[in-house]
């Protein structure tokens, strides 16, 4: 309504209430353009293995919930990751089966690429021995050819099937922990990449009765159940609630060797990773891209990158259609000029970058690495950025997105990779908002735009470095309505 300083808008409008923020900063509303609310949700009340360091750590958390749980009953987690274990090799299911032989396990790795299962999971699934891999995914054996109960991608996938959903009520509490979650770290919006249509359903009840306390732009994912009936009605934009965009898997994930790659992984001789899309997408996509929704399409790894671009150029789509590619976490220089010319949009992801070094090296080699998590020769180039989180594969605060895109210098022969605080906050909002098509509205602080707010008790662009990790919300305004306040 109203800009400037404190008198010029009590001039403008005289009487209205007053929020004295004590020296807080008010930045315009942040924007996670990358997140999964109902695995958020999920994340908050299943087991947390992020701080797992061996195997023995997951048994032990999975026989504490053994007792917990009815005979038969699922028992799922999420978070761990074996390049914390000593040797750095995928678990096994032998302690799994030990602690409890009797309810199916899963445990998700970190990526949601990967999964470890007990003998129980597997029986459920139909997984035996002499089952061959599925397309898209991979059963990893022991040496005598036995299941070891790692299993990657579309295999991972078809157990996760099995585990009960959660019915409406449930959904419901989940994803609305996740939006108060999310609000309360400083977010506005979310671009939920990965929507089903119960899901939606149940956020469509919540946008209605004025509940949610965060936007959602979603993304309908082509593999997830009533997909169909969900793009039906075509793209819808709501102030709370819009779907526009369809979302493909073309690739698995760097750290569980799934990442579709043009060379052999340097720590895995003879695995290029895996491509998760059929040889028809194209067919598949062009009459969605011919409705008038955006695609969004996940690659990580280089050649699943390339294949990204080739879909779109095939597709030959308007240049203001915004196509994004989520992740565009390894490219070969050459495709930077490509995604400036289909008019793409790079949805990155910058915590990725500082939880993967561990790895990313001993994966790519030296060469594959220049270009990987290139977020700053992708604007450079001319590519718009919009990051996010990946939320629960990270965690949803965006200050640490902002600290890895800005400040993050591995070995201090990196600093060729940092924004400046100001582009990798721009990310978060004015080109987050681009990529939701909704500049002029959203990610800046201008006279007609929303009044969505984060405001944090230090600037985020001009406090020390030193500092910036520490930053704390105070507030949170959507559409003008204080949605949050640390008390």
């Not at 302690?95 to 999971?121: I, M």
């Not at 599925?134 to 996760?160: F, M, N, Q, Y």
Request: proline letters at 6%.
């Amino acid at each position: 309504m109203a800009l400037g300083s404190l008198e010029d808008v009590r001039a403008a409008l005289p009487g209205e209430p007053e929020i004295d923020l004590g020296g807080a900063v008010v930045h315009p509303g942040l924007i996670d353009a990358h997140g999964h609310l109902l695995g958020l949700g999920q994340t908050l009340v299943q087991l947390d293995l992020s701080q797992a360091e061996s195997t023995e750590d997951l048994a032990a958390q999975v026989a504490a919930e053994v007792d917990r749980r009815p005979r038969g009953s699922w028992i799922v987690g999420m978070g761990w990751d074996q390049t914390r274990f000593p040797g750095g090799a995928f678990p096994d299911r032998a302690l799994l089966d030990k602690v409890c032989p009797n309810n199916p396990v899963l445990l998700l790795r970190v990526d949601a690429h990967a999964a470890l299962a007990n003998a129980a999971a597997l029986n459920a699934a139909g997984f035996r021995r002499e089952t061959p891999d599925p397309p898209g995914g991979r059963l990893l054996r022991r040496p005598d050819g036995e299941l070891s109960g790692l299993l990657i991608d579309t295999a991972a996938e078809k157990v996760w099937s099995l585990v009960p959903a959660p019915d409406d009520v449930e959904r419901e509490r989940l994803l609305l922990s996740a939006c108060r979650h999310c609000r309360d770290v400083g977010l506005v919006e979310v671009h939920d990449a990965g929507m089903d249509l119960a899901s939606f359903k149940v956020l469509e009840r919540l946008a209605a009765r004025g509940e949610l306390p965060i936007r959602v732009y979603a993304m309908a994912r082509f593999d997830l159940p009533g997909f169909d009936e969900l793009v039906a009605q075509g793209p819808r934009m709501g102030e709370w609630l819009s779907l526009r965009t369809v979302k493909v898997l073309l690739d698995g994930a760097l750290g569980s060797w799934g990442a579709a790659l043009f060379d052999d992984y340097s720590d895995d001789p003879g695995n290029r990773g895996l491509l998760l899309a059929g040889e028809d997408l194209a067919d598949r996509l062009r009459p969605l891209a011919a409705r008038g929704f955006q695609l969004a399409l996940h690659a990580i790894g280089d050649r699943a990158n390339a294949l990204a671009l080739d879909l779109l150029e095939s597709l030959a789509l308007p240049r203001d259609s915004r196509p994004r590619v989520e992740h565009a976490q390894v490219l070969r220089a050459s495709d930077l000029p490509r995604l400036v010319r289909l008019g793409a949009i790079a949805s990155m992801q910058p915590t990725h970058a500082v939880s993967d070094w561990r790895f990313a090296g001993d994966r790519l080699g030296e060469q594959r690495l220049r270009f990987a998590y290139a977020w700053r020769a992708l604007l450079e180039a001319g590519v718009p950025l919009a990051f996010g989180s990946d939320f629960p594969i990270e965690a949803a605060n965006p200050i640490a997105g902002l600290g890895a895109a800005a400040l993050w210098r591995p070995g201090g022969s990196e600093a060729s990779r940092s924004l400046t605080r100001a582009q990798a906050l721009a990310a978060f909002t004015s080109g987050a908002a681009f990529a939701a098509f909704e500049e002029g509205r959203a990610g800046r602080i201008e006279i007609g735009g929303r009044a969505d707010f984060s405001c944090f008790d230090r600037d985020l662009l001009s406090c020390p470095d030193a500092e910036l990790a520490a930053v704390r919300p105070v507030l949170t305004v959507v559409n003008g309505q204080l949605s949050w306040a640390r008390v």
